[in-house]
């Protein structure tokens, strides 16, 4: 692949990721607008928010630092920038998600229970696109990973601990544990299996498709 080839296959990948975190967002933000409890780290930052105010995507922006900081101790090594931009573009998004104003809490418990479920599959997919692109993990992946490496344990159990012991915090600041939360822990890991394969093969048509269009093109 020649030079001009990478940098339109790396402009792909980008907008690949982009629009994966738009989409992830998307969904974390319809997780909490059910009002059935989320995932783990949403918990946290709702928990954050409501003890000492700022805004829920300010928190995920901050908690991620403070574990994109961890992560880089642990490792020794400097983060890739995907994990930065992962961070930041997350949080601001879910701030411009939850100022939509028709995006509300639905009035009935069936109401609330689908959108938790749209909201979980929207949030599997969106992880699976950015994922697919290869740019860097995001925060809460690369503690993992780091911890993973550091102490030899397979990744479920860094990851069930991790899960575990930041959902205990984000309960004690009041953030909001229910049926959504254990909803969401058991559907997300399937949700994200069948949608990351996906996503790839996706990804992978797409780079070709593009190599193949600029090759067509310049051979003309």
Known sequence: ??????????????GIFFVGLLIMSFGIVLTIKADLGCAPWDV???????KFGLTIGTWSMIVGVAVL?????????????????NM????????LYMMIPYLRTPHTLI????M?????????????????ANIGAGPRDSLMLALTELTGWKVQYIRIAMEGLVLFFGWVLGGPVSIGTLIFCVMIGSVTGIA????RRAT??????QIHVRTHGLSR
């Open 1 to 14: 692949m020649t030079h001009s080839y990478r940098e339109h296959a790396q402009g792909l990948q980008w």
């Open 116 to 132: 938790l479920l749209v909201g979980i599959v929207i949030t599997g997919y969106g992880m699976g696109i950015y994922i697919s």
């Open 111 to 114: 109401g609330k229970l689908v």
């Open 44 to 50: 946290l930052h709702i928990g954050l928010y409501r």
């Open 88 to 95: 930041i573009f997350v949080g601001i998004f879910i701030d």
């Open 196 to 199: 990351l394969p996906q996503c």
């Open 204 to 209: 992978v048509r797409m780079l070709m498709r």
């Open 69 to 85: 900081t961890a992560s880089a101790l642990l490792l020794k090594q400097f983060p890739r920038i995907g994990a930065f931009l």
